[in-house]
Nanobody, 124 residues
């Protein structure tokens, strides 16, 4: 049974930092990419960033470029989202997801499994 467990969320002041972790277990397929998404109240889920597992290549949505960094620890089967210079508009429930499909990583529909989410709240 595939499980993705996010951790590291919390309350932080604007300008602060948080590091989210996503630990994967039970994977029975070759992981193609892992992504981070977020959903704020009343808004649609949006792509934050993703990483191609084999190459380590990362992609980010424009609003977080230069502030967020995704990294992976293959041995621990864990992906991280380092978030710096946080803004109130970054407040959302953050999810990680995994896909074994060689498709675009920005679309949530391309992912096979999702974590339960971790809340990030940025106060002004």
């Amino acid at each position: 049974q595939v499980q993705l467990v996010e951790s590291g969320g919390g309350l932080v002041q604007a300008g602060g930092s948080l590091r989210l972790s996503c630990a994967a277990s039970g994977l029975t397929f070759r992981t193609y990419a892992m992504g981070w998404f977020r959903q704020a109240p009343g808004k649609e889920r949006e792509f934050v960033g993703g990483i191609y597992v084999s190459s380590g290549t990362t992609y980010y949505t424009n609003s977080v470029k230069g502030r967020f960094t995704i990294s992976r620890d293959s041995a621990k089967k864990t992906v991280y989202l380092q978030m710096n210079s946080l803004k109130p508009e970054d407040t959302a429930l953050y999810y990680c997801a995994v896909t074994g499909q060689a498709m675009g990583i920005m679309s949530g529909s391309h992912y096979d499994y999702w974590g339960q989410g971790t809340q990030v709240t940025v106060s002004s």
